[in-house]
């Protein structure tokens, strides 16, 4: 009961989020915490299939491509792009999933890192796909005719992905599928029981690459432009620190933590401790794993044990 | 054109060798892709930029304590954070790497700040043979590079120590059975590998423009050498470098900037039909 009423409590915090913070500055960080969380929730997701990513920014990186392509070469809305955004993530990940999902561990860690520096370089070097200044400007979403010019209507509909992306993890995370997911971590036992291994990590993979692909479509018109360094291996890395450090126990709690924490920190150090941001995100992810092997979310049930 | 253009790829290709031979050493014995490693090499440039630019000892003392301070830095990351981690998750192993990469780019960007810094020209003068020019510095590379690639092989094949890197890098188990120590051999290795981040600095840092975040790009090429010529084999490390080196040069000169993106199709086409790339052992995809 108790429970319940956080849940409902929470979720009136979030509707009412636009009402309370007046300021567009923060309402920008609260809309990039909710594009990354979308991206740590499918890494999470992968990592729970045995499959360690360090390739996401390429999903999202195809998603935002293919909705400024749309909406600026072929003069089509952003909903359209928005929806071409998650389907081509989703069938890219496919094929690169059917090729590279037997490979397991670090060779899959780099094949993913490898493909995410490929991936950033073709538009960079394709003039039609902008170079290495990139697209702009993207034109915005309209909904009955209103325009998406103030941040109120971004924060509706990035909190909307966000939901979806997170009910869908929680809905795998209590069916026989997640179960299944995390038996794929021992693999020959989980095939002895009639488990097929690499249909199931096919599954997390293009789940998750669908939602970055999402997360993209949303990011390039939010932005108005997309560019190359936006898209780098240092972006998949970030997407792999703020999991960690927010925890990877849970598929949605965690990443989501993790992300806007980092978001938030990130921003906090560049305007009171400019120059500090690597030296104390990469000390803080090592005291993470060091100490909290289980994240930040696992802190207040530390707190209560002790109690 | 033809020749000028495969020796840039050489030197190219050399330094690919130098920071890909590190690399695949420790993960042979460690099985960790250290993604520190281009900020190790970062640290050795920058080792060679004080003692030569501001302390002002010759060159030979700056290489060489590039190497030896890279070198200790190895063995503190591998007793400190490598060695606890033994057993261990793939997220906290990479995880620690990637964390370690961040810490040591952030406390450079804080020691030295952001820019670029210049490496005074030790060696000037240009050689022209055969319609080629060659830079001295780039001439005295080589010739480092070679030496020190020379040492490790020595290292490797005919002393006591390499000889049982060896074996413990083909089978652990078999070699335990022999009496070898796993964890002194980590230890040694992890020195050893760094060392030739540490060199692989002290031999660049003459030819370019140092800063904090120069280590990012050669981890990445160091990578690719690796998956092509096989994790954990130091000769194909050493083919491999030059291969994408002399494969790089030639697809600027005739393609331009797309040239970049050969590295990243090599491993993953190779990953695809020989996964345990030119020279590796063929191993068991799951961990």
Redesign the interface.
């Known amino acids: 009961m108790k429970k319940q009423a956080a849940i409902i409590g929470f979720a009136v915090l979030l509707l009412l989020m636009p009402f309370l913070v007046r300021d567009d500055y923060y309402m920008h960080l609260i809309i990039l915490s909710g594009i990354y969380s979308v991206l740590c929730m499918g890494w999470v997701l992968i990592?729970r299939a045995g499959q360690?990513s360090?390739g996401q920014a390429a999903f999202l990186a195809i998603g935002a491509y293919t909705s400024a392509i749309l909406t600026l070469r072929f003069s089509l809305s952003p909903w359209w792009g928005l929806l071409a955004a998650g389907i081509s993530a989703a069938i890219v990940a496919f094929l690169l999933g059917w090729?590279?999902l037997?490979?397991?561990?670090?060779?899959f860690?780099?094949?993913t890192?490898?493909?995410n520096?490929?991936v950033q370089?073709?538009p960079?070097?394709?003039d039609y796909l902008g170079g290495w200044l990139g697209l702009s400007p993207i034109p915005s979403f309209t909904l009955f005719g209103m325009e998406f010019t103030d941040k109120t209507l971004w924060y509706y509909l990035v909190l909307a992905l966000v939901g979806l992306s997170a009910l869908v993890s929680w809905r795998i995370e209590h069916t026989k599928i997640g179960r299944y997911f995390k038996a794929t971590g021992n693999?020959?036992l989980a095939e002895s029981i009639g488990i097929n291994t690499v249909g199931y990590r096919m599954l997390a993979f293009v789940v998750a690459c669908l939602f970055a692909g999402l997360a993209g479509g949303i990011m390039a018109p939010y932005l108005t432009y997309v560019s190359p360094g936006d898209f780098s291996?240092?972006k998949s890395?970030q997407v792999?620190?703020q999991s960690?450090v927010g925890g990877?126990g849970g598929l949605a709690a965690g990443p989501i933590t993790g992300a806007t924490l980092l978001i938030i920190l990130g921003e906090l150090l560049r305007a009171y401790a400019k120059?500090?941001?690597?030296?104390?995100?990469?000390?803080?992810?090592?005291i993470v794993?060091?100490l909290l092997?289980d994240g930040l979310i696992s802190l207040p049930g530390k707190f209560r044990k002790k109690q | 054109m033809v020749s000028q253009t495969l020796l840039n790829g050489v030197v190219t290709g050399l330094m690919y060798v130098l920071m890909a031979s590190g690399l695949t050493l420790v993960f042979g014995i460690l099985?960790i892709?250290n993604f520190a490693h281009g900020q190790f090499y970062m640290l050795g440039a920058f080792v060679f930029y004080v003692i030569l630019d501001m302390a002002g000892l010759g060159f030979p003392i700056a290489f060489i304590s590039s190497v030896i301070a890279i070198g200790l830095l190895g063995l503190a990351t591998e007793r400190g954070?490598f060695r606890?981690l033994e057993g261990k998750a793939?997220?906290?192993i990479?995880?620690?790497t990637?964390?370690?990469?961040?810490?040591?780019?952030?406390?450079a960007?804080?020691i030295f700040g952001?820019g670029d810094r210049n490496v005074s020209v030790v060696f000037p003068g240009v050689l022209k043979i055969a319609g080629t020019t060659l830079p001295v510095a780039r001439l005295v590379m080589i010739g480092t590079s070679a030496a020190v690639m020379f040492a490790l092989y020595w290292w490797i094949q005919r002393t006591k120590s390499g000889t049982a890197t060896r074996a413990v890098s083909q089978d652990e188990y078999a070699a335990s059975l022999m009496g070898i120590k796993k964890t002194r051999c980590s230890f040694l290795v992890m020195g050893i590998g760094s060392a030739l981040a540490g060199a692989a600095g002290g031999t660049l840092g003459p030819l370019f423009y140092i800063n904090p975040y120069m280590g990012?790009v050669p981890l990445?090429k160091a990578?690719?050498v690796i998956?092509l010529g096989g994790?954990g084999s130091i000769f194909g490390a050493t083919l491999g470098g030059l291969i994408l080196g002399i494969v790089e040069a030639f697809a600027y000169t005739y393609l331009?900037?797309?040239a970049?993106?050969i590295?990243?199709?090599i491993?993953?086409i190779l990953?695809?039909i020989r996964?345990q790339g030119l020279f590796g052992e063929p191993f068991e995809?799951?961990?």
């Open positions: 990592l360690f360090l090729i590279v037997r490979i397991r561990g670090l060779y860690a780099v094949i890192l490898a493909f520096g490929a370089l073709i960079a070097n394709i693999e020959s291996v240092s890395i792999q620190i960690t990877t120059g500090l941001e690597p030296l104390l995100y990469g000390l803080l992810l090592l794993i060091f092997p | 099985r892709v954070l606890p793939l997220i906290g990479i995880g620690t990637l964390g370690l990469m961040l810490f040591l780019e952030g406390a960007e804080l952001p990012g990445i990578i690719i998956t994790m331009g900037g797309i970049e993106i590295g990243f199709l491993i993953i990953l695809i996964p995809f799951a961990e």
